[in-house]
């Protein structure tokens, strides 16, 4: 017997896309104190980088970051945040330890907390989205 499914195609891409709107970015994607205190504990301006998009796309759309297209302007929205530079972000992808450390830690953290309940419970996310992408 085939598989119902309880969602078009259409529905279920809608709810994994990243936001694209200024206030869609600022609703899922906003860092509290305690976030950029967790992403400033991290050695290295590619690895606060790398957290921090880890945490984001871990918040909204729940996805981790070795399944994702990550979109410029989820990058610049971060990058903007954290006062940082996108040219790190190729030093953060090139070390995969890295980035399955990061996600094991956030992970380790429950159901986003500790990367900081209270700003999941007002927004799900954490940084960006938007017009083309670049190889996550």
């Known amino acids: 017997m085939p598989r119902r499914s ?3 195609d259409t529905e279920r891409d809608g709810l994994l896309v ?3 709107s ?3 970015l600022i ?6 104190d305690a976030d950029l205190a967790l992403i400033r504990s ?26 994702a297209t990550l979109l410029v302007t989820v990058l610049h929205w971060i990058v903007k945040h954290l006062r940082s ?5 190729p030093e953060y992808r090139a070390r995969e330890n890295s980035s399955n450390e990061h ?3 956030q992970r380790a953290c429950g159901p ?20 083309r992408s670049i190889p996550a």
């Open 22 to 24: 200024q206030n869609d």
């Open 18 to 20: 990243l936001p694209q």
């Open 112 to 131: 986003l907390e500790g990367i900081t309940a209270a700003s999941a419970e007002t927004a799900p996310g954490s940084c960006a989205a938007g017009a």
């Open 6 to 8: 309880l969602l078009s």
């Open 42 to 67: 991290r050695r290295g301006a590619a690895n606060r980088l790398g957290f921090a998009v880890q945490m984001c796309l871990l918040r909204y759309p729940g996805y981790a970051l070795a399944s």
């Open 85 to 89: 530079d996108v040219d790190f972000w």
């Open 27 to 32: 609703q899922q994607y906003s860092f509290t």
């Open 103 to 105: 996600l094991h830690e």
